[in-house]
């Protein structure tokens, strides 16, 4: 959008972190990059509101890893997982219930 300013672009981004409604950016990309934790941990990412969580699960400090054939020599990684978090799994929860108008009936899926 080249008729608005970076820095108008800037000065709305930082209005909506106030708000709440987007988070500063920084950890999702992070997770690329370095983080001031450096011990190894995981992400849960949320794709509908973008919340993003560290994570620790011994299990998946142990998996494997890729192997020489890969060329790499895998000195760290972290996981991400990818969902929507509590809140946002409530709210679609909610829209579902509202939709089919009655109770859900057993768990299918
Ligand atoms: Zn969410
Ligand atoms: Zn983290």
Same mark, same amino acid.
């Given at each position: 959008m080249p008729e608005i300013s970076r820095t108008t672009v @800037? $000065?709305?981004?930082?209005?909506? +972190? $106030?708000?709440?409604?987007? $988070?500063? +950016?920084?950890?999702?990309? +992070?997770? +690329?990059r370095y983080e001031s934790r450096t011990s190894r941990h995981h992400h849960l990412l949320c794709v509908r509101c973008g919340r993003m969580e560290d994570l620790d699960d011994e299990s998946l400090d142990r998996i494997d890893l890729p192997g020489r054939e890969t060329g @790499? $020599?895998?000195?760290? @990684?972290?996981?991400?997982?990818r969902g929507l978090c509590a809140k946002c799994a409530n709210a679609e929860g909610r829209r579902r219930a509202g939709n089919s108008g009655d109770k859900r009936r057993g768990k299918t899926r």
């Open positions: @800037y $000065r709305i981004l930082e209005t909506f +972190a $106030r708000l709440g409604v987007v $988070r500063k +950016a920084g950890h999702p990309d +992070a997770v +690329a @790499y $020599r895998i000195e760290d @990684y972290s996981i991400q997982f």
